[in-house]
């Protein structure tokens, strides 16, 4: 069965650049998630897309955006890149609110 | 707010041998429960999920869990555990008023199983 794709899997960027992230939901799902995991830490959720309007928000910096796109792929862009954003975003999607699948990640290392 | 708590960083349990990976939450109003299970370096899989109905559900790879209302818990378990089962372990929540279904997560609890 199709899973939820990120790409890229690592990036490694310097403080203040400029980060994309991408996300390719299950095929017929509508509803994207976002969520950000430091080291140790549990998933932190930061917002969701539903039918490509943004539906909710978490704790999320000013310096990231997010949109989904009409073929419901995602992307988070995360701007002014701070050494406290090191961590692994993960994205997921499902159908509505129903069960969340995740994908296998973006592991974020800011130098 | 909902809230959910794992009270063991880490369990850990011989092979063979039974497992419980323990979750108490807090919500208002009836809880939607899920349990994931992250292997290192990797993303976070769905095991199971408590909506409504029987209290004691079946998941993935043999995992159960069972629900308890007045204890308000929704711990994992397992009859016979596997060394393959040894990962990090997540108790969320969903609120169900909320037409979002954002996740809050638990601390995570990892589990080793030693042969």
């Known amino acids: 069965a199709a899973g939820v794709i990120q790409s890229p899997r690592h990036l490694i960027k310097e403080k203040r650049e400029t980060a994309t992230l991408k996300c390719y939901p299950i095929?017929?799902?509508?509803?994207v998630y976002w969520y950000q995991q430091g080291p140790g830490q549990d998933p932190q959720f930061l917002i969701s897309?539903?039918?490509?309007?943004?539906?909710d928000k978490g704790s999320i910096p000013d310096r990231f955006s997010a949109q989904q796109f009409s073929d419901y792929h995602s992307e988070l862009n995360m701007s002014s890149l701070e050494l406290g954003d090191s961590a692994l975003y993960f994205c997921?999607?499902?159908?509505?609110?129903?069960?969340?699948?995740f994908g296998p990640g973006t592991r974020l290392t800011v130098l | 707010a909902q809230s959910v708590a794992q009270p063991e960083d880490q369990v850990n349990v011989a092979e063979g041998n039974p497992l419980t990976v323990k979750c108490t939450y807090s919500?208002?109003?009836?809880?939607?429960l899920f349990w994931y299970v992250q292997y290192p370096n990797r993303g976070l899989q769905f095991l199971l999920k408590?909506?409504?109905?029987?209290?004691l559900v079946k998941g993935s790879y043999g995992f159960e869990a069972e629900f308890n209302k007045s204890q308000t818990s929704f711990h994992l378990k397992k009859p016979s555990a596997l060394v393959s089962d040894s990962a990090l372990y997540f108790c969320?929540?969903?609120?169900?008023?909320?037409?979002?279904?954002?996740?809050?997560f638990g601390q995570g609890t990892t589990l080793q199983v030693k042969p």
């Open positions: 997921a999607s499902s159908l509505r609110a129903d069960t969340q699948y």
């Open positions: 095929p017929r799902h509508d509803t």
């Open positions: 897309f539903y039918e490509k309007m943004q539906s």
């Open positions: 919500v208002s109003g009836n809880p939607y």
């Open positions: 408590y909506i409504t109905g029987d209290n």
């Open positions: 969320a929540v969903r609120d169900p008023a909320s037409n979002t279904g954002k996740l809050i």
